[in-house]
């Protein structure tokens, strides 16, 4: 029955798209985190007697479903926030999603040409070689033209014993658990008789994971933290209309000064205020830094601030109080922060003339910053997809910090998968997190990414609670990326070295 669903083109390319259609469930809001493996294992078992041509179209019929269904959001952000109209929006989101669906699409033409080199006995086929190249190909995907990492298979197992491995594989670790996990199904589907090994191999792998998930790589530091996030829940269109710009600053002074003197910390989110930190420096935020201190609270802004030479501008977190501390974002979105090729596409397409969309980046090895005696890693919204990024604040960092703009995407899934993203970086990490949004979901979550309190989406609240701070080294933290990303090559290099000697011999 099964070679009877794979044995036919139309039939094999059907149930890759399917799958790939399905895989986005495996993130949140769903969770249904066994998708993660029996979706790509369809995938990989789609791919056992193809051609290389045949493999590059079922591989770009996959990555049509799931990047079609699991990133749909980009719509929303271009029909209701640009004037581009809704036929524009269409074309321009059909194009990224196509261009995302190339990466599966050239995992599965690499696979089969490896394949094609020397015969390949199925546990090498299964085990070996696809989990390292469809691990090689996500590793590419949040690299290549600035990256993006959005559904990578690891951020789906948050719940699952498999999150055990992010301290000290991080989610590319988990990213390949999950790519082995699916081998071993499809060989089981290929050959169940055989494929024993395979399942062995999963057990083993998920029991570990979860015997890992029962240490603790880090330590409390310091009394727990209290902080209050501002969510003011104001519509996108109100960020840059002067009649309104008033408004805003009153609706953030008065909910900071609400809460001063009951927390340690005030966190705004990203781009709260809109126009340079410098411009109101003396007239509102010395006056709120004044009022901060007075009770001894830090508050945290997000504000566009101009550089130095006045020629581009950051977007930014600064913290006043005690003192006045500031990071610039360093990993800007193509596109929304600033426009690739920019003499060539800014004007050609309305959607590329969006107001504040010439960031410059922030320098990189930025410092941990200063917050209610704590320091904190500091991350601005898209960039704490890139766990890499944040490590240079470690050991010195003992939380995180991240403010995001979430209203771009509306009532869609953006906002739920970027949320559990940063949980990620939590657990990678072993330090808590503390997260700020404009609209939802503003989040707080400790050490091991469990979620302590969460705001509702489109309402206007302030969230208020406590985090503990964290000390300490995971494996992660230390060693970042090179571990797995050696496991990989060696994967692949052990299956290169078996095919030549069997060649020779």
Known sequence: MSWWLVNNDRRGDLLALVAGALLPLAFAPFGLFPLAVLAPALLFFTLFDLSPRAALRR?????????GVGVSWVYVAIADFSDSGVVTALILTVLFVAAMAVYPALFAYAAVRLRQRGPLVSARWYLAALPALWLAFEWLRGWLFTGFTWLQLGYSQIQSPLAGLAPLLGVYGIGLACAV?????????????????????????????????????????????????????????????PELFDTRLDLYARLTLENIGAVDAVIWPENAVTVFYHELKEEYFDWLAAQARAVDTDIVIGVPVQRTDAVGYYTSLMVLGGHEAAYHKRHLVPFGEFVPLEGLLRGLIRFFDLPMSGFSPGPAGQPPLPVAGQHAAMSICYEDAFGEELLHNFP????????????????????????????????????PLVRATTTGISALADHRGRLLSTSRQFAREVLRGSVQPMQGMTPYAKWGNLPVLSLVVVLVGGVLVWQRRRAIG
């Open 59 to 67: 591989g770009f019929l996959f990555g049509l479903g799931l990047f």
């Open 181 to 241: 996990s699916a081998g071993a199904l499809a060989w089981l589907l290929h050959d169940g008789r055989r494929a024993w090994p395979g399942a062995v191999l999963v057990l083993v792998l998920w029991g570990g994971a979860w015997g890992a998930q029962q240490l603790e790589w880090t330590e409390p530091v310091g009394e727990p933290l209290r902080v209050a996030l501002i969510q003011d829940n104001l519509p996108q269109s109100t960020k840059w209309d």
């Open 396 to 431: 010195q960092a003992t939380l995180l910090i991240n403010g995001s703009n979430n209203a771009w995407y509306g009532d869609s899934l953006a906002p739920h998968q970027h949320l559990e993203i940063s949980r990620m970086r939590a657990i990678e990490s072993g330090r």
